[in-house]
């Protein structure tokens, strides 16, 4: 069990540009969930997986974000035509089937120039 | 909507003194989870409580989970500096299986 992991850990990248995140949960968890956290503030949800299927969207989740899990494994995220109020951390949690505890990756920190 | 209060927003206080932070939810909600951030930092799970009444403690932190109140507390003894951090509850509940976070409680523990 190496925990949740998330990567890149920073991304600086211009307004307009797409980027994507990757994550990959711990073993055999076959939830995934991915979070937005702003400073200050705590974790919004955006969206969550149950093996490969994605069963849940925030309204925050403009057409600009996508999210996948082809084989229910690792997931990425991806923000097309990036704009500056984008900027925050990215957080991604797994969670077993019969577990309660939702685990947090170190996320990943996007700014958008 | 589910919405989740927590307060106070910040706190500052002394080492060796003892505070509840507190927080409040909307709707109905099947599990209330305790996390820790400290700065640059992802998310810590101190408690998940599943029932009312629950009580989870460790060293020196306590929490307790009233659903008819829809009220849970956590309970810091003696503080040391160590403990300062951010604190988040988080709730599942209403229709959906996601957790919404509070705003979170900026702790700082002063010598």
């Known amino acids: 069990d190496t925990g949740v992991s998330q990567n890149p850990r920073h991304k600086i990248t211009k307004r307009g540009q797409n980027v994507t995140f990757r994550c990959d949960p711990i073993s055999e968890h076959n939830r995934l969930y991915w979070y937005r956290q702003t400073l200050g503030q705590g974790p919004e949800f955006l969206t969550y997986f149950q093996n490969e299927a994605q069963l849940e969207k925030s309204r925050l989740l403009s057409d600009r974000f996508s999210a996948e899990r082809p084989k229910g494994s690792f997931s990425t995220l991806e923000i097309q035509r990036t704009e500056q109020g984008d900027s925050a951390m990215y957080l991604c949690?797994?969670?077993?089937?019969?577990?309660?505890?939702?685990?947090f990756g170190s996320g990943t920190q996007l700014s958008v120039l | 909507e589910l919405k989740v209060e927590q307060n106070p927003l910040f706190l500052s206080m002394q080492e060796g003194k003892n505070y509840t932070i507190y927080c409040n939810y909307s709707?109905?909600?099947?599990?209330l989870y305790w996390y820790r951030q400290d700065p640059g930092k992802s998310l810590e799970s101190l408690f998940v409580l599943l029932s009312n009444g629950a009580v989870k403690q460790e060293g020196r932190l306590m929490a307790s989970l009233d659903t008819k109140a829809r009220l849970s507390t956590l309970h810091i003894t003696a503080a040391v500096h160590d403990l300062s951090a951010t604190y988040f509850c988080?709730?599942?509940?209403?229709?959906?299986?996601?957790?919404?976070f509070g705003a979170g409680t900026r702790l700082t523990v002063k010598p």
């Open positions: 988080a709730v599942v509940g209403g229709l959906s299986t996601n957790m919404r």
């Open positions: 709707t109905t909600s099947d599990r």
């Open positions: 949690a797994s969670r077993g089937g019969t577990g309660e505890k939702l685990f």
